[in-house]
């Protein structure tokens, strides 16, 4: 289903929308500074960046650059295939790529899916639903899910369309303020739905909006990252349009303390991390995932750098802004200090004691070395590294997972060195993460006596399947942000090639299953969303490298924590 668009050319081509800047020209935050600042937005500004960072574009991404660097984010790289041209836009109607070749024939499928799956309300495009696919109960992938949302949305910013994407913070934002109640407990005023949908009533001839806040969901748990990935949308919103009256609407700047005023509240925390139950991101069962996820805290991270940059500098919005400062110096300390794991700290970690008392304890989790799980020896590269699934104490989850890790390189989370080290391990293990279809959602799978205590025996969630080491095509967008940042844009290809030989084949399943990724997994559904969303993004980010800055902050200098540790990447 096609939507009118006024900035339809007569040719049928979308107008250009300025392009986004290089990673380089993206905001650099002193956090220690940013009291002084006397606004984050420029109101005066009409476009995404100034004119200069689009000359530096016509440089582009060259394999040589794979090599560890700690500068790589502030540069594009020289090979012929990522020359930016400021006059094209990927779209459907896109005659030719940027290459000049034909685009690939699932281009134009992939765009015919994604339009297909547009959720209309009041004659208005508010978002996508999860599937289109007819062959199977709808149960509730006919809704629009915040969480998958977000490619589709980046696609249509992407390409030119940020009406959709404006549409849908608007009516995300209206259901927020709704009340909340699962049985007789009433949820925080901020909380985000998880979805919602319209419901059409021929008889009155009306239209209604239906959220879920998890009353309805498995398990019952409310979605912790819809109000992050809210956030962070509507930074790239303001990002790829260069306008900041969407997030200067008093009702934005309302919906953002909302959400902030959850995750910043004083409580009985001793660490800056969130603290949460199994299922409340995207992986939404049972999976051992409870306490302080990697997804969530990675999530958290970037939604208050982005907040930072669209809250006004009012009296509410600068009492945020000083418990936002605070909390990211804590947070990016903890998590690379404590969550960073490579060949050294295994190390260490193998040879702790235990028991240890007092300020000077190094074992600061009490981590018993037995409970370490053999599989981690063998998986961990001499020269690579990644953020663990979950810490907490006496607890260390080992597990690799694929979106956290991501989104700890695109929100700088993590430090340079351990973003290349990030990518040093997924080409090292290629094999295990990417197999045959990109990408392990986690890794490795649960299974016999630890599937049936951690999953409850969830028939859905055993091994190799779905959440518990399924392969996620959607996660090719983040995997392609990650490796663009980091400069290794043959990574991507790479996963990007072996994605076109099976997605459009496969009529674009949910995940797929087996060690390899190699089989559409039992209860994928066909024609999901973000499978075709995700694919279109990532093709998009390597065509024109500029729409990284929609999706991608750098490190602010200001905050690098002293690392006690020799790492991996320096071996």
Known sequence: MSIPNSDMSQTGNIRHVDALCSVAEIEEIDFSKLLDRPSFLNMERKRSFDERSLSELSVALSPRHSSRNADYSSRFFDHPE???????????GTPRSLTGFEPHPMVAEAWETLRRSLVFFRGQPVGTIAATDTSEEKLNYDQVFVR???????????????????NFILKTLRLQSWEKKIDRFHLGEGVMPASFKVLHDPVRNSET???????????????????????????????????SSLAELPECQKGMRLILSLCLSEGFDTFPTLLCADGCCMIDR???????PIEIQALFFMALRCALLLLKQDDEGKEFVERIVKRLHALSYHMRSYFWLDFKQLNDIYRYKTEEYSHTAVNKFNVIPDSLPDWVFDFMPTGGGYFIGNISP???????????????????LA?????????????????????????????????????????????????WSYHNGGSWPVLLWLLTA??????????????????????????????????????????????????VAGYLVAKMMLEDPSHLGMIALEEDRQMKPVMKRSNSWTC
């Open 482 to 531: 990650a490796c663009i940042k980091t400069g290794r844009p043959q990574i991507a290809r790479r996963a990007i090639e072996l994605a076109e030989s099976r997605l459009l084949k496969d009529n674009w399943p949910e995940y797929y299953d087996g060690k390899l990724g190699r089989y559409v997994g039992k209860q994928a559904r066909k024609f999901q969303t973000w499978s």
């Open 394 to 412: 006496a607890r260390m989850d080992f597990r690799w997972f694929c979106l956290g890790n991501c989104m700890a390189i695109l929100s700088s």
């Open 82 to 92: 990522y020359v930016f041209s400021p006059s094209r836009t990927s779209f459907i």
């Open 286 to 292: 049972r999976m051992g995932v409870y306490g302080y």
């Open 209 to 243: 909006l239906i959220a879920d806040f998890g009353e309805s969901a498995i398990g019952r748990v409310a979605p912790v990252d819809s109000g992050f990935w809210w956030i962070i949308l509507l930074r790239a919103y303001t990002k790829s349009t260069g306008d």
């Open 148 to 166: 998958d949302f977000v490619p589709s949305g980046l696609a249509f910013l992407m390409n030119g369309e940020p009406e959709i994407v404006k």
């Open 415 to 463: 430090t340079p060195e351990q973003s290349v080290a990030i990518m040093d391990l997924i080409e090292s293990r290629w094999e295990e993460l990417a197999g045959e279809m990109p990408l392990k959602v986690c890794y490795p799978a649960i299974e016999s006596h630890e599937w049936r205590i951690v999953t409850g025996c969830d028939p859905k969630n055993t091994r």
